[in-house]
């Protein structure tokens, strides 16, 4: 778990005494930044760079490589002569999960790809920190960081993943897009709607999914709900709905949106409501509720993106979707490859 938080509109100030704890003579601190604040000086100013530090604008475009992880690590030794201070990303899941993996690879040998996969990391991770700019992936506070390697999208899950410290200041947030905001919202309500109807569920992911729940029935279908309170409880329900999943796994709709990102590069958010609309048979409630939310704010999912691919495109997405062995166990049971073949597969994408 995060062992340390703070949280609330404004908190971003913090940062600099935050990290004055942490500070080694000489040792710098990298700040991984998203580049929607590129020229946006007043914010940048705020986070109060010093001399040694370095500031590095991340595109969240694409969603991160283990190369990428892989040129960063090697930009930054090649810089400087000791290990940093401490590893900031600042911005959405993309730019969160880069700071999660460089920090976790400055202190371990090879390359990111070489750990992907379940309790792989051998060395502590340099200190590290979190701050969400965009809610819903919970990315602030799970065990894992969701890379694209040579073979595999894999997260490197291990108890050195977690952040050491997160900043949780809703404020940051407000730049967001509508579509934007809405497509990571509802990966948060669908991390709930995976973990409270999987097999794997227990109390403690039940009592975080059912929380995030009901936060995202409030921000999502309530009006009464101020901007400034929307985003707050948008920013805690991320947080518990990573909490959740963190002690279940995810289901159906992650397995086959990681299929459509492994093949069409599509991202994590917009991937997951692509395949959610068409799940009415796995959760057939919430597909309606989902429904409800893209009618009540005006969002157009997009339609038929499997509609022109090749069959050799078309197996490997299955394939992809078919490898996430864990997500099928917790979605239909230890009898899932019973209702779930190579060919209920093709018939699901060929709808998206
Ligand atoms: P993102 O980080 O890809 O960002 C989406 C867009 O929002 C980008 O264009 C970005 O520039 C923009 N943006 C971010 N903050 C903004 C702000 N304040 N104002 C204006 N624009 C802003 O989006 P995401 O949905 O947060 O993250 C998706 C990534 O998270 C994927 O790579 C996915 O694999 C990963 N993920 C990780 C976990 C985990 O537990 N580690 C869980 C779920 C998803
Ligand atoms: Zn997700």
Redesign the pocket.
């Known amino acids: 778990m995060v062992p340390k938080v703070v949280f609330g509109e404004g908190c971003f100030n913090q940062l600099s005494s935050i990290l004055s704890s942490q500070a080694k003579e000489k040792a710098p601190f990298i700040f991984l930044v998203?580049?929607?604040?590129e020229g946006n000086t007043e914010f940048i100013d705020r986070i109060k760079i010093r001399f040694n530090d370095k500031l590095i604008f991340i595109?969240?475009?694409h969603?991160?490589r283990t190369s990428q992880v892989d040129a960063l690590v090697k930009g930054i030794k090649s810089e400087f002569t000791t290990i940093p201070a401490g590893i900031i990303g600042i911005?959405?899941?993309?730019?969160?999960?880069l700071a999660?993996a460089t920090a976790i690879m400055l202190t371990n040998k090879g390359s990111a790809s070489d750990y992907q996969g379940w309790d792989l990391v051998k060395q502590k991770a340099v200190y590290h920190v979190g701050i969400?700019?965009?809610?819903?992936?919970?990315?602030e506070?799970?065990?894992?960081?969701?890379?694209t390697g040579p073979v595999r999208?894999l997260?490197i899950n291990s108890d050195f993943?977690p952040f050491d410290q997160v900043i949780l200041d809703p404020e940051?947030?407000?730049?967001?897009?509508k579509n934007?905001w809405f497509?990571?919202g509802m990966?948060c309500f669908i991390?709930c709607v995976e973990s409270l109807n999987g097999t794997f569920l227990n109390a403690f992911s039940q009592s975080y999914g059912e929380k995030a729940y009901d936060l995202c029935m409030e921000i999502f279908l309530d009006d009464t709900l101020s901007e400034e309170e929307s985003r707050a409880k948008l920013m805690m329900a991320s947080w518990h709905g990573?909490m959740s999943?963190a002690y279940s796994q995810v289901g159906v709709a992650h397995a086959m949106s990681y299929g459509l990102?492994y093949v069409l590069g599509t991202?994590?958010?917009v991937g997951n409501c692509i395949v959610f609309q068409h799940l009415e048979e796995f959760y057939p409630k919430d597909v309606l509720l989902f429904k409800k939310m893209t009618l009540k704010h005006k969002i157009e999912i997009p339609q038929e993106i499997c509609k022109n691919i090749s069959e050799t495109q078309m197996d490997t997405m299955i394939g992809v979707a078919l490898g996430m062995v864990p997500l099928w166990e917790n979605a239909l049971g230890a009898n899932w490859k019973s209702i779930i073949t190579h060919e209920k597969l093709k018939e699901l994408y060929l709808k998206m």
């Open positions: 998203d580049d929607v604040f595109s969240a475009a969603e991160p911005g959405g899941g993309t730019v969160m999960d999660k969400p700019t965009i809610s819903g992936t919970g990315a506070v799970s065990r894992t960081t969701v890379l999208k997260g993943t940051l947030t407000k730049g967001v897009s934007q497509f990571t990966d991390h990573g999943i990102g991202k994590h958010g």
